[in-house]
């Protein structure tokens, strides 16, 4: 015990005359750098329009193919998750190979043109094959967007950065909410519209991206693959081998933190998927007014996120992460009790700024455990995998609301009438997985300063094995090995 509190001591890092400030740091980036960053968070942001489009919609999709249910509705999203996987693993091993920037770029305009076709479908066996199609393409976007934008940022940038990042999470709820709260009802093609809208989006992105150089960091592993003087053939033989080797040796350190991820992403859909049907069952509230109180949730969780990854570069990532999801949990009650539109507001407003606060370090924590090399495989991995675990969170909620010690009985025009009880479902679950999450953060190093570019290539023949000494290290001792290091506090 006394370790693991030890361990989450901040540390000055060894190269620090003193702490830079924001305005600092922000005044020293370039064009370019904004630029980069810039359109990683836009495509995030698309990526989770699309997703809420899906699920903000499941009534009316539901109603467009009526004899398959909604049960088939939630197997869309389901595959979806499920085939980001493979994405992530494939696009994640490509880029850490031939970088990140035309990937990327083609990935965003075949999914743009995925959504776009998605708007025509008229069976649901043609809507599930597209979904399905377009989650193993977006399986690549968070890795290489994350590696692209904090690789090429100044180290006292990357913990703010990263909390800006995991925001657009936020932005994409709250776009697709204002969609479906203005566009959709007064519009003849319903959710067929939020599709089109989401795929211009996703071909702006990509022509964004397009016209925006190489990030510094690819260009010299280019130049480090050619300085290698290898044939494309023998390249591609020694990635493959590589990756194999990296993801032997830092298995436990993947495990982790693919936990990690599951945690925070639970937390995230339990705080967050069911609220608004929460509001509308539980609590009276219209679909209007539960709408604009989860709008108000969303500008919480790009607050948070926002503070969060600026304080997690001076106390540290995971110190910040713990801090945050205890303040989310502290405002639980007013989350739940109050039924007034003010006071639920206050409540998911703050609830929301911790939650998503403490999900706002999480890329830069794992970004910078990252194996040398392959930052945008660990990334692909550790992500969508910890994705796909988190996606049945609220469908687990639900199930507990409709038991029959959790209904509730609840008074709609002056008839009693029994309804699930999802406050006393969401409560429960999410105090349970902020117990979990911060188990398994204590149980990880982290790397905070760790210069991305100093890292060798994929390709080259010792790039599992080089590693740029991190700035920080517990107890003023050199951390170990990728092989064994990460998961330190396991062993004691």
């Known amino acids: 015990m006394v370790f693991y509190v030890r361990s989450l001591i901040p540390r000055r890092q060894a190269s620090e005359e003193g702490p830079a400030s924001v305005q600092q ?25 699309d997703f809420f489009n899906v699920t903000l919609n499941i009534d009316r999709l539901e109603k467009q193919f009526p004899k398959d249910g909604i049960n088939s509705i939630t197997a869309a999203i389901t595959v979806n998750l499920v085939l980001r996987i493979f994405g992530g693993v494939v696009f994640g091993t490509l880029a850490d190979r031939f970088g990140r920037k035309w990937l990327l770029v083609a990935i965003l305009l075949f999914c743009s043109l995925i959504q776009l076709s ?23 976007v968070w890795g290489l967007a994350i590696s692209d934008a904090l690789e090429n940022l100044p180290v006292e940038a990357r913990g703010f950065a990263s909390g800006i990042l995991q925001q657009g999470y936020a932005v994409g709820y709250l776009i697709s909410s204002l969609l479906n709260l203005f566009l959709v009802p007064d519009n003849r093609h319903a959710w067929r519209t939020l ?55 830092n298995w436990k350190l993947c495990l982790i933190a693919m936990l990690v991820v599951a945690c925070m992403g639970s937390l995230v859909h339990g705080s967050q998927d069911l609220y608004p049907t929460y509001l509308v069952k539980n609590k009276g509230l219209t679909d209007y007014q539960a709408s604009v109180v989860a709008m108000i949730g969303a500008c919480g969780a790009i607050i948070g996120g926002t503070i969060s990854g600026c304080l997690s570069q001076f ?16 405002f639980i009650p007013l989350w739940i009790i109050p039924s007034t539109v003010a006071k639920l507001s206050a409540g998911v407003f703050w609830v929301q700024f911790g939650v998503q606060g403490a999900m706002g370090v999480t890329p830069i924590l794992i970004a910078e455990l990252s194996p040398p090399g392959f930052c945008a495989l660990f990334l692909g991995i550790v992500y969508q995998v910890g994705n796909m675990m988190s996606s049945g969170t609220s469908q687990t909620e639900t199930i507990i609301a409709n038991t029959r010690h959790f209904k509730k009985t609840v008074v709609v025009d002056g008839k009693s009438t029994v309804v699930p009880g999802y406050g006393d479902s969401m409560c429960m679950m999410i105090g349970i997985i902020a117990f979990t999450a911060i188990k398994f953060v204590v149980m990880l190093t982290e790397n905070r300063g760790l210069r991305f570019e100093n890292n060798h290539a994929a390709v080259v023949e010792d790039g599992t094995q080089d590693h740029t000494p991190p700035q920080i290290a517990l107890d003023e001792e050199k951390i170990p090995d990728f092989a064994d290091g990460h998961l330190q506090n396991l062993e004691k």
């Open 25 to 49: 740091v922000l005044r020293s980036l370039n064009g370019i750098q904004w630029a980069q960053f810039l359109s990683g968070w836009l495509a995030l942001t698309g990526d989770a329009i």
């Open 118 to 140: 998605t708007g025509f479908v008229r069976t649901l066996a043609q809507f599930l094959a597209l979904r399905s199609i377009f989650g193993f393409a977006i399986g690549g």
């Open 195 to 249: 599709f089109w809208v989401a795929s211009g989006i996703t071909a702006i992105v990509g022509a964004i991206r397009a016209v925006i150089p190489e990030g510094e960091a690819t260009l010299r592993a280019k130049a480090q693959r050619r300085a290698q003087d290898e044939k494309i053939g023998q390249t591609t033989k020694v990635l493959a081998q590589q990756a194999g080797s990296m993801l032997k040796k």
């Open 315 to 330: 106390i540290g990532r995971r110190l910040t992460i713990i801090m945050f999801i205890v303040l989310g949990m502290a």
